[in-house]
């Protein structure tokens, strides 16, 4: 028994070719941009390609009486509610669907009424496609965003669900490479203080939950460089101040913190953590046995806090390492010095010695002949007046060792002008006391004998 196809099964049918023709133009369009948009969709009219989004949305019956109307901001309306029934749809047809959704709003001159509901939508979970849904959505929302144009205000809502699913999708290698432009955006966006926030505040807890360590702490210093000074004690402040300085505290790679020290909220923190200031204070600019007086007097405060001791006590030996072969005057730092510093047995010594060098904190050579660390170079943890000092200090040997060495050398010169003067004189010598030999010998045939040769 033979079976003929329904209208309606024709026009599904030819729904679904022309989603997949239409994805394909769209692939091309992203190419090229929005300046040629016109060129990528040949067929079609704007009626004829919402009939067939209609269709396969089965909301027909609700748009053909806005299309005879020519009203298209309400045909668009009718089909961006729609659309969050995409998130049902086959896995294979929700690319082609969404693009062609994205296609019919790029034509209206009210483009911006829309996008953030679609934005909304594809934020949710697409059920249908569980493992690739929010990769299939993150296509979708960076169509978007390239076609609109960079001072679009939209363009930063879009920004933030892409972050979104960034975040759920762990896609974060996808996005590194556009944040290279991410201030330019900002410029062209003219967010204000609290919208720059909110978006490093994002940028940070996308990039930690990929264990990007460290351009999350980046992103949230960000975050705290736009507090304005009325605004530094807020809990808002104050909790994004506690997360960066925690974070830095217990990094294994962090150990300038000038970039904490010089913020107003980190310093607002004085008043209301005074533990949290104090410790910063420590590992900003002293030693081990500051350290550990502190946890002494703090050691459940510390373990309420989450900050371990281990890696604390652990970084404040590193530290002080460094300070210590900063505060070295002869270049030459003995092993015992560096035991009794870091509160280890001497034999430990050049353990912690290649570990501060790891931390590029110092740099040198080990002598274990003469039981000396040779100090190269050092990183300053903190740079006052007592650094001065020592600068000053060793300008002062240097000087006097020039100007040692440039007596050494004058000397030096002197005595060998004066030797050249002598072997000069030598030499002068020798040659006039050999003409004056020569002018006093008499050669044969001489007067005399003409006298005697006369008289004959």
């Known amino acids: ?256 913190f000038h970039d904490l020290t010089s913020l107003p909220t980190i310093q607002a923190l004085s008043d209301s953590h005074p533990e949290y200031s104090e410790l910063l204070e420590i590992f900003s600019e002293k030693e081990l046995e500051d350290y550990n007086d502190f946890r002494d007097e703090n050691e459940d405060w510390l373990e309420k806090e989450g900050l371990n001791n281990s890696t604390l006590h652990r970084k404040m030996r590193l530290l002080t390492l460094a300070s210590v072969a900063a505060s070295t005057n002869s270049r030459e730092l003995e092993y015992k010095r560096i035991a009794k510093a870091l509160q280890i047995p001497v034999e430990d010594v050049e353990m912690w010695v290649i570990d501060v060098i790891r931390a590029k904190l110092i740099e040198g050579k080990m002598s274990q002949q003469k039981q000396v660390f040779l100090v190269h170079r050092t990183t300053y943890r903190v740079f006052g007046e007592k650094q001065w000092r020592e600068v000053a200090t060793r300008l002062d040997q240097w000087r006097t060792s020039l100007r040692n060495v440039k007596e050494v050398i004058s000397r030096e010169r002197q005595q060998a002008e004066a030797q050249k003067e002598r072997e000069l004189h030598e030499v002068e010598r020798k040659v006039a006391g050999a003409s004056g030999m020569g002018a006093g010998r008499r050669p044969v045939g001489g007067r005399d004998n003409m006298i005697e040769m006369s008289t004959d």
């Open 1 to 256: 028994m033979m079976h003929t196809l329904s209208n309606r099964d024709r026009k599904h049918d030819r729904t679904k070719i022309q989603l997949i023709l239409v994805a394909e133009r769209l692939k091309l369009r992203q190419e090229r941009q929005k300046a040629i948009m016109q060129y990528c969709f040949v067929e079609g009219s704007f009626a004829d390609l919402a009939r067939d989004l209609a269709d396969y949305l089965h909301i027909s019956a609700d748009i053909e009486p806005l299309l005879e109307a020519n009203t298209k901001d309400e045909v668009l309306k009718r089909l961006v509610t729609a659309s969050a029934s995409l998130n049902t749809y086959p896995e294979k047809e929700f690319t082609a669907a969404y693009n062609l959704l994205v296609y019919l709003v790029m034509q209206s001159p009210n483009v911006n009424m829309f996008l953030p509901r679609m934005c909304e939508n594809l934020s949710k979970p697409i059920t249908s496609a569980p493992i690739n849904g929010p990769g299939l959505a993150l296509s979708v929302l960076t169509t978007i965003f390239n076609l609109l144009s960079p001072d679009n205000e939209v363009r930063f809502n879009v920004f933030q669900a892409i972050l979104r699913l960034v975040k759920i999708s762990g896609a974060f290698e996808t996005l590194r490479p556009q944040l290279k432009k991410l201030d330019q955006w900002l410029e062209e966006w003219e967010l204000d203080e609290e919208d720059q926030r909110k978006l490093f505040g994002q940028l940070a807890d996308v990039a930690e939950d990929v264990g990007e360590d460290v351009e999350s702490y980046q992103y949230i210093l960000k975050a705290l460089r736009t507090f304005p000074s009325s605004e530094v004690s807020t809990k808002e402040a104050q909790d994004l101040s506690l997360r960066a300085l925690k974070s830095a505290l217990l990094s294994s790679n962090h150990f300038d």
